[in-house]
């Protein structure tokens, strides 16, 4: 077994060493911190961007350009929480608790140096868990039929709406809302058109890209247009050797960064918990054994290594699901996994022994990229700072041409550039009346491949939807199920009686953690 | 009385509003759905999944709304109000012009026009901008922009053309 990994691992490394994959990797992780950095640009607006750039490359080059944009947003992101406390995106949040303080103090050189370092061992730690565990998973997913599949999907689908930010019962609207417009188009079984309302443009369906841009791109635009506040490079002056921990530092942050890696990797197993719970996670755990708890959020390297190497643990474990099971946890991956299809391959357990070059290459192509993230932003720290100050309002033009050409390019039609700004303004409508659009995507990719199972397990039941309970499997998932369901309505009940007492509690409790997140996004907060 | 305080206070609530959007989108999705034909349960129809999923939103808007009423609903730190505290009606209308303006000069005069147009009015949209920081803006995009996707990504749209004649 072991063996077998090993082997792969070595294979992977070959195809990942290749000049075409490792430049592709490259810009990827580039790209990727790069807009990590940049306020306002979140990796799911710019993974979409890119993909119609990706419809000329190898299947190969193409994800793992996406995959290291993902992981380079990551390392970005840490930059701007900890000069700015501008948490650009949900998972540093927490980071910008005790990250901010840092920097006032002067230390913000070390409490991004240690940062890289974090990320890179969560990362490692992550993947490694990818490359010992997805064979496993692979192996017991072989043996599921349709109706394990369609209730395997139905879990991922209700974790992804319930546990990511915001309200649960908002969220499995969205995922509904999601399912429905992948079913907008053709019908595959039967041929009929849905939903098309005459328009030919849309028998193949509501084109991915557009529906991404118009989500995450011009919605988000439109959210933040004139909101941003300015921002404060008073202490943005940060160069290569204000970034080296002295040895207590490294002491202090030795085991809270290994307790994150543990937290962000567990976090990753259950479908549904990304990267922002775990980091929220971890520093709430991280807080509860400390011997003093008081001193957090006033800068302590404690409190920005733990989250840091959570998430990135978290990010890596995430592509276990999506790659073995091809169940996305989130709505990142739920654009990977969509990018795999328009190349044609179709995810699912078969894709590691069908497409072991994409699978082991990804893998390996994830140290490398990490090792050069390592490398990026150690002596480039100024370059990326200096980025820092790039205003919106040159932004977000400059996005909205990308935006536009980009889903042009995707069919060269300009009926898509019209779909984009529709989805837009729905988009934006659904953000200020408190959903969140990520479900969305979710439902969206998994929608096709949702019906299609389910009616190929009617049809081998006779149409006995207690298939679904009776087979061993599929009762577990549905269980699951149930339990989450069950779970959320109980917290609920018992959250609103919370409320109503005064005891304030843990400021960042688990519970709360992904709504205080949310928030903090929105306010945007300058000093 | 007691209906009309309470109704008063659902029609101030966001989550009334969406509620609501879901229940209308439900409700369309169920009834145009309906059209399709349905199938029976071993053999389903194109219609039947999107009649089921348009009828499970429709249960999860009158939840959502429902649930806004629940005492201590408030309390999720959300802002209750549906426009944001400084409405950008000129950005936002900046903002959706923008591919509007692109399709239009990139379908009958090309993709440099079209590249102009489309970041020159969506750059307006922010309070601080100057007629001649926007024209550099778009300019300097419209330069960078063509060379990459024209002459590099190959995107098979004429740079300059008349009225679509290519």
Redesign the interface.
Known sequence: MIEQALSGLWYGFGVAFEPHNIMWCFVGVLVGNMVGVLPGMGPLATISILLP?TF?MKPVGAILMLGGVMYGAQYGGAICSILLNLPCHPPHAVTCLDGFPMTKQGRGGVALGLTVFASFVGASWGITEMIFLSPLLVKAALQFGPAEVCSLMLLGLLAGSTLARG?P??G??MT??G??LG?VGT?L??G?E??TFGMTELDDGIELIALALGLFG?AE??NS???VAPINTKYTNVGIKDMRPTKADMKRAFFPMWRGTIVGSLCSLIPGTGPTIASFVAYATEKKISKHPEKFGTGLIEGVVCPEASTHSSVQGDFIPTMSLGIPGDAVMALLLGALMIQGIVPGPQLISQHPDIFWGLVASFWIGNIMLVLLNVPLIGIWVKMLAIP???L???A??????GV??AN?D?FQ??E??VI??FG??LL????HPAPILLGFVLGPRF?EN??RA??IS??D?LVFVERPISAVFVALCLILIGSQIYFRLK???A??EPAAENAVSDEAAP?LAA?QVRATPAE | MRLSTSLRELIGK??F??GG??LL?GLG?AL??SS??AG????????F??TA??I??VL??I??AA?SL????D????DQS???E?P?WW??FC??M???A??FF??YFG?AP??FA???I??L?????SWKGTVI??SV?TVF?VSL?SYF?Q???PILTWRGEF
Request: with cysteine.
């Open positions: 750039l000329g309200s019962i908002k499995v609207a509904v809302l399912l429905f079913s019908d079984e039967t009929s849905r939903y011009i635009f439109m247009v004139n909101q919106y309002r040159f977000y033009p400059s909205m041409f990308f935006v536009c050409i042009y390019a060269n300009f550039v019209g984009v700004a837009g303004l934006y409508v200020r009346l408190g959903f019906e389910f009616r009617m049809l006779r149409g939807i959250g609103a009686k409320d109503l709504e928030q | 966001r989550d509003y969406a959007l879901m989108l999705i145009k759905g399709y034909r029976t349960l071993m053999h389903m129809g194109p219609g999944l999107p999923l348009g499970l939103l999860l808007g939840a959502i649930a629940a005492p201590g609903a309390e999720h730190g959300d549906l426009l944001p400084h950008q950005a936002w903002i959706l923008s591919p509007i692109f399709i990139g379908r993709m079209g590249t489309c970041v020159f969506a750059a949209g922010d309070k601080t901008a803006l778009a995009v922009g996707f990504l995107v098979p749209m």
